[in-house]
């Protein structure tokens, strides 16, 4: 059950994608491509990459995107110790302002380990 906000936070980014993508519009899914292809493992690990998308997304304070890094991390298999460092250089790079998405941030992932 703590993965309860996972499961239908990804059923709805799936069915938001899915009307995207209806268009048909190649800009787009080249885009949506693009983004996927760039967290697969090469000279940095797949756990890495995500631990970077999470950091950045926090800085850019996109709550969609945390949420779906801290799940993406998660699966990788991302300790909690691991989880709060990232917290911590997200909070350093982008300051306070970071702090009410750093406490949704910490709410989400620890719900991932109950």
């Given at each position: 059950?703590?993965?309860?906000?996972k499961?239908?936070?990804?059923?709805?980014r799936?069915?938001?994608?899915?009307?995207?993508?209806?268009?048909?519009?190649?800009?787009?899914?080249?885009?949506?491509?693009?983004?996927?292809?760039?967290?697969?493992?090469?000279?940095?690990?797949?756990?890495?990459?995500?631990?970077?998308?999470l950091?950045?997304?926090?800085?850019?304070?996109?709550?969609?995107?945390?949420?779906?890094?801290?799940?993406?991390?998660?699966?990788?298999?991302?300790?909690?110790?691991?989880?709060?460092?990232?917290?911590?250089?997200?909070?350093?790079?982008?300051?306070?302002?970071?702090?009410?998405?750093?406490?949704?941030?910490?709410?989400?992932?620890?719900?991932?380990?109950?």
């Amino acid at each position: 059950m703590a993965d309860k906000w996972k499961k239908k936070f990804n059923a709805e980014r799936t069915r938001l994608n899915d009307l995207v993508f209806s268009s048909g519009n190649l800009g787009i899914k080249r885009f949506f491509a693009l983004d996927e292809q760039a967290y697969h493992e090469a000279a940095l690990s797949a756990k890495t990459k995500e631990l970077m998308g999470l950091t950045a997304s926090m800085v850019l304070r996109c709550p969609d995107c945390i949420a779906y890094h801290i799940g993406k991390c998660h699966e990788t298999g991302v300790t909690k110790e691991e989880f709060y460092e990232a917290f911590n250089v997200a909070l350093i790079v982008g300051g306070s302002i970071i702090i009410p998405h750093l406490r949704i941030a910490a709410e989400k992932m620890e719900a991932l380990f109950d």
